[in-house]
């Protein structure tokens, strides 16, 4: 049996250490917050409640494995369900796309609506994704990456040059299309022009695999991996911040804290690695992605009827998110706000038809600042600086003996799938006690 002290209680922590204890192993996990979950919270107010962080995940399969392989079955503890609406796209000319999920003909008819002859080429786009992703799945998201033996094929996918950006002016005249395709990638504060080709793989995803949330919050995922820790004997000290590794031999042997030093054979560091000074020259290149402003509202009376989440382009984009828990008080919305926001954003909402100002009850507004202050670093992980920077993050393994990294700053990247898939890499290292 290791000793094993996993750093941090996102997501990405608490699967690395249900996993790591269900194989046996000694866990303690250390959270800085008073709270478990990370993003994986909620924010309340005045008889509402927001997500904290996201609302529908992509890779339903990568949650139930977590959930089988550490205990009880995700159908015993969540009910996780599908979106058949994805989103709603709005753009500035006017027009719009109900964009579906886990369905090519669906998705064909939906941008058919938009003009002739856009559904097939938007089905052709996805399409030119299925073999990037079996690549990236077998071989950098459930395979510990080794330089050495990794096949050809991946290296060449990681070192190509073209970018997102270029591919997608390549593939569609229509902006619209565009907007659809990367709209993901610039919503979590990335330039399209600094994104690798490959990182578009997400509308692969979601027309296959859909799109699913947690009726009433996402926030209920945080809450049943918090109790699966507790479930699987894992040691959760909260209100305790690491402050750096301790190494003896050229090996770790402890995390340094207030408190004291807590002993580890192995140590999983779910948070930026760049708050850890033994693993800050390694990432001293790369540069987090900031998260949106941020906007949670309680509105009473008659709101407008709209689906889970609404994309209204434009320069600032604005993300209504709908699936907050409805009381009797009124409906819980979120807006996101990137790009140019000179203004409040419920202003800003106002000027696309969305004019709820007036019926708002109860509000909370997050600055990007007061995000990364609150969850100890971005939840959206490492921004990508030209294709270079998959290579840049450090995980499962890094150059530290002992040392292996999760969460949205690893390998994987952010987003609850790829955290999961981080966490499952770590277990599949140290592997049985």
Known sequence: MARVVVIGGGFGGMAAAAR????????????????????????????????????????????????????????REVDLQPLDLVREHRFEDGSSLRLPGGSRA??????????????????????SYGDTWELLRKEWFERPFDDDVAPRELTSLLAQ???LDKRLRRRFRDERLRLVAGHR??????????APAFAGVDVYLEQRFGAWTVPGGLAALGTAMADRLALRGVTVLTGTEALDLVLRGGRVAAVRTAQGEVVADHVVVAIDPRRLPTLASYVRRTMPAIPP?????????????????????????????????????????????????????????????????????????????????????????????????????????TPVPGVLTAGAHATTGSGLPFAGLSAALVAEVVGRA
Do not use: N, Y
């Not at 998705?107 to 052709?124: E, I, N, T, Y």
């Not at 990638?185 to 600094?194: A, K, Q, S």
């Not at 969305?354 to 609150?374: F, G, H, M, T």
């Open 293 to 397: 402003v941020v906007c949670h509202v309680g509105l009473e009376g008659a709101v407008p009827d709209l689906p889970h989440e609404v994309v209204l382009h434009g320069d600032p984009m604005l993300v209504v998110r709908t699936g907050g828990r409805t009381t009797d008080r009124g409906a819980a919305w979120t807006v996101l706000g990137r790009g140019r926001l000179a203004e409040d954003v419920l202003t800003a909402l106002a000027r696309h038809g969305l004019d709820v100002r007036r019926q708002v009850i109860a509000r909370v507004d997050r600055s990007p600042r007061d995000l990364v202050e609150q969850w100890g670093g971005s939840p959206l992980g490492v921004l990508w600086q030209g294709p270079r920077t998959a290579r840049t993050r450090l995980g499962p393994r």
């Open 161 to 163: 040059r073209e970018s």
């Open 185 to 194: 990638l610039v919503m979590d504060g990335h330039e399209l022009r600094d």
């Open 106 to 127: 669906a998705q064909l008819a939906a941008f058919d609506d938009l003009g002739p002859g856009l559904g097939q080429q938007w089905v052709d786009h996805v399409a």
């Open 20 to 75: 790591l204890a269900k194989l046996g192993h000694d866990v303690t996990l250390l959270e800085r917050a008073a709270v478990l979950g990370g993003a994986l919270t909620t924010v309340e107010l005045d008889g509402f409640a927001w997500d904290a962080g996201p609302t529908t995940t992509l890779l339903p399969a990568v949650i139930r494995d977590l959930f089988r392989k550490s205990g009880r079955p995700l159908e």
